[in-house]
């Protein structure tokens, strides 16, 4: 994994979190921010501007590919990286519960 890349994503922040989090299924970004909200049961509200520039970021970075456009709407799903940096983090925040609990 490109050293960057880890630099910039870890430990990733609660936005990136979940809109990579989201992003196990393809989705655009008006439905991540639903998802996420839904999710949270209503705690956590992205913003528009956050969201597609997260998108933007991430797909640069190549966490993400654009998988279709649809009607203006911009589809996503997420790359093997994105995956890899997923993963590290949930075992990361799955550390940080173990050991709060200890």
Known sequence: MDKRIRRFYMPMTETSFYILF????????????????????????LGAGTVYTSLSKMEKDGLIVLAKTESN???YNMTDLGREILDIEILRIERLYKNSRT
């Open 73 to 75: 709407r911009k589809f």
């Open 22 to 45: 989201a992003l196990q299924n393809e989705m655009h970004g008006y439905s991540i921010m639903q998802y996420v909200k839904d999710l949270t049961e209503g705690e956590i509200n």
